[in-house]
């Protein structure tokens, strides 16, 4: 089959950020033992900051405009250690409660550590690359046994590429096995610097037509399917995957598009199928955030079986989950 044809984007990249200077990553999470991020068990570290809106994003704590810390008025007794400890005066108390001012904050998660009632909770913080290997290689026996090694997700990493970049060759240096999760939507010589550090690349494509991706994710994709593209040409595993969005992208037409994208490929990756579900909801209503798509329920197992054929119909192998 020919290589799927790509018509040229008029999409700008500058809009895309740039390489930072500081080798530190800012991360909302690090999540040990996950098995979903690639083979084995896993530790997944999820980067601040997208340049994407996906309408049903489940990680809101990428925003990068949320405070550094969550501030629970239950658990609060108001004994204001916090505000004493924090070293910058950002952390206040003001007509009773605790805000912290985020232009001085310097997200060192001090006033949450000194918490006696854990009323304050860290969104993010800054971590350094020797940290990081730290933490991989309290790890490692977990790797060494199923196969495992570390995630590199989001948020989209590729919105902090200095430091990405920088992790994924102190990694390799160790011999940990790389996995990175993009959007895809990156400048293609951060992709290309970045899969020659890389084992496998977890690549989500949400949709094929590109004023209605826009509209789901605020983006245009064309930048997004040619590295796609360009990544099968390499020397990398790559997995593709689809978040089943009912009403956004579950219909035939959707799905042929993508099983016929995916088809043509220069190599015919795999397909994780990633089903809607609503697990996030706790998550926007804890940080004071609209709950998206309100009125969307999780696909029924029989859409997403029937989903999953029409994919397979391109002789594409498959997988519900991942
Ligand atoms: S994270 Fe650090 S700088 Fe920010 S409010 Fe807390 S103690 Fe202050
Ligand atoms: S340290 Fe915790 S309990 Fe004490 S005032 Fe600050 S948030 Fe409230
Ligand atoms: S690409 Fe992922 S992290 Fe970014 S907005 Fe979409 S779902 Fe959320």
Not at 277 to 285: C, L, Q, T
């Amino acid at each position: 089959m020919p290589a799927p044809q790509i018509p040229d984007s008029p999409y700008s990249l500058g809009t895309i950020r740039r390489a930072e200077s500081s080798p530190t990553g800012l991360v909302f999470n690090i999540m040990r033992c996950a098995i979903h991020d690639g083979p084995g068990i896993r530790t997944t570290v999820f980067f601040k900051g997208c340049p994407l809106t996906c309408l049903w994003c489940h990680n809101p704590e990428h925003r990068l405009d949320l405070p550094a810390i969550l501030w629970d008025a239950g658990r609060c007794i108001g004994c204001g250690t916090c505000v004493a400890s924090c070293p910058t005066g950002a952390c206040r108390r003001k007509e009773g409660e605790i805000g912290i001012d985020p232009s001085c904050c310097r997200r060192c998660g001090r006033c949450a550590e000194v918490c006696p009632t854990e009323a304050l909770e860290r969104l993010s913080r800054r971590i350094e690359i020797e940290e990081l290997l730290a933490i991989l290689e309290r790890d490692r026996p977990f790797f060494e046994e199923g196969g495992g090694g570390v995630t590199f997700s989001g948020g989209e990493p590729f919105a902090q590429p200095a430091f990405l970049l920088a992790a994924l060759d102190a990694c390799g240096a160790r011999g940990f096995h790389r996995a990175v999760d993009t959007s895809g939507y990156t400048e293609p010589a951060l992709l290309a610097a970045a899969a020659g550090m890389t084992e496998l690349f977890l690549f989500d494509l949400k949709l094929i037509d590109p004023a209605r991706h826009r509209r789901a994710v605020g983006v245009d994709n064309r930048l997004i399917l040619r590295n796609l593209v360009s990544l099968a040409e390499k020397q990398v595993d790559l997995i593709v995957r689809i978040p089943l969005i009912p009403g956004v992208n579950d219909g035939a037409d959707d799905l042929a598009a993508a099983g016929a994208f995916i088809a043509r490929l220069p190599r015919r990756p795999p397909v994780d199928l990633l089903p809607y579900h609503r697990a996030a909801d706790g998550k926007y209503r804890s940080l004071k955030l609209p709950v998206p798509l309100p009125n969307t329920e999780a696909p029924c197992p029989e859409a997403v079986e029937e989903a999953a054929r029409r994919l397979s119909a391109y002789g594409l192998e498959v997988r519900i989950g991942g």
